[in-house]
């Protein structure tokens, strides 16, 4: 959190607090993803460059702290996790593809956290909105933990459970990579994640 906390102080120019409903399926044909794997920001931008993705909100989820700022959830307190929660397009990318971009960019053996962000607000979980995404999220965590027990000993770790309300982050969070590039370059090098991705999966990931 140290790490990351440092690079954010640059680009703040204003905090606003945006709190968003539960997710649930949209009036017009798009649906909603709950995912959180470590950083929001490095988690938005992987989801950002997927066909069909119509938007990504980094935000926070799990806690029972209603409306919750940054500052509370870096606390490690409020039970709350950074998530990103994506809206897509069912015509375009389907939910279990999602689930594939999103295997490719965590470390599931880590539920202390993700790369150099340590505690609980970071550790990695798939928030499933509804019955139907739970099951095709259970099934898929099956079909990594066996894929990967070939190459590691380690448990998948990652935990699925039901979504809960969203509570979009500040402004500046919004989009970080784009507003500032630099600074997210070197934060997501010096963390290491693309490094430990390759290393697990066997191919580079996006960033």
Same mark, same amino acid.
């Given at each position: 959190?140290?790490?990351? +906390?440092?690079f954010?102080?640059? /680009?703040?120019a204003?905090?606003?607090l945006g709190?968003?409903?539960?997710? +649930? $399926?949209? $009036?017009?044909?798009t649906?909603?993803?709950?995912?959180?794997?470590? &950083?929001?920001? &490095? !988690?938005?931008?992987?989801f950002?460059?997927?066909?069909?993705v119509v938007?990504? !909100?980094?935000?926070f989820?799990?806690?029972s702290l209603?409306?919750?700022s940054?500052?509370?959830?870096?606390?490690?307190? !409020?039970?709350?996790v950074e998530v990103?929660?994506?809206?897509y *397009?069912?015509a375009?990318?389907?939910?279990?593809?999602?689930?594939?971009? =999103?295997?490719?960019?965590?470390?599931?053996?880590?539920?202390?956290g $993700?790369?150099? *962000?340590?505690g609980?607000?970071?550790?990695p979980?798939?928030?499933?909105? /509804?019955?139907?995404?739970?099951k095709?999220?259970e099934?898929s965590?099956? @079909?990594?933990?066996?894929?990967?027990?070939a190459?590691?000993?380690?448990p %998948? %770790?990652? +935990?699925? @459970?039901?979504?809960?309300?969203?509570?979009?982050? @500040?402004? =500046?969070? $919004? *989009?970080?990579y784009?507003k500032n590039?630099?600074?997210?370059?070197? =934060?997501?090098?010096?963390c290491?994640?693309?490094?430990r991705l390759?290393?697990?999966?066997g191919?580079?990931?996006?960033?």
């Amino acid at each position: 959190m140290l790490f990351r +906390s440092i690079f954010a102080v640059f /680009g703040l120019a204003a905090v606003m607090l945006g709190v968003g409903p539960a997710p +649930s $399926q949209s $009036q017009d044909k798009t649906a909603v993803a709950v995912f959180g794997s470590g &950083c929001f920001w &490095c !988690t938005e931008s992987d989801f950002d460059k997927v066909p069909g993705v119509v938007a990504t !909100t980094s935000g926070f989820m799990g806690g029972s702290l209603p409306n919750p700022s940054y500052d509370m959830v870096t606390t490690g307190r !409020t039970g709350h996790v950074e998530v990103v929660q994506v809206t897509y *397009d069912p015509a375009k990318v389907n939910y279990k593809q999602l689930l594939e971009v =999103y295997w490719r960019n965590v470390d599931p053996f880590d539920a202390a956290g $993700q790369f150099c *962000d340590k505690g609980s607000h970071y550790r990695p979980v798939i928030f499933a909105v /509804g019955a139907d995404q739970k099951k095709l999220a259970e099934d898929s965590k099956a @079909e990594k933990a066996k894929e990967l027990a070939a190459k590691f000993k380690f448990p %998948v %770790v990652v +935990s699925i @459970e039901d979504a809960k309300p969203f509570t979009a982050a @500040e402004e =500046y969070h $919004q *989009d970080f990579y784009k507003k500032n590039p630099g600074h997210y370059g070197r =934060y997501r090098i010096g963390c290491g994640r693309d490094a430990r991705l390759k290393q697990i999966w066997g191919a580079p990931a996006t960033n």
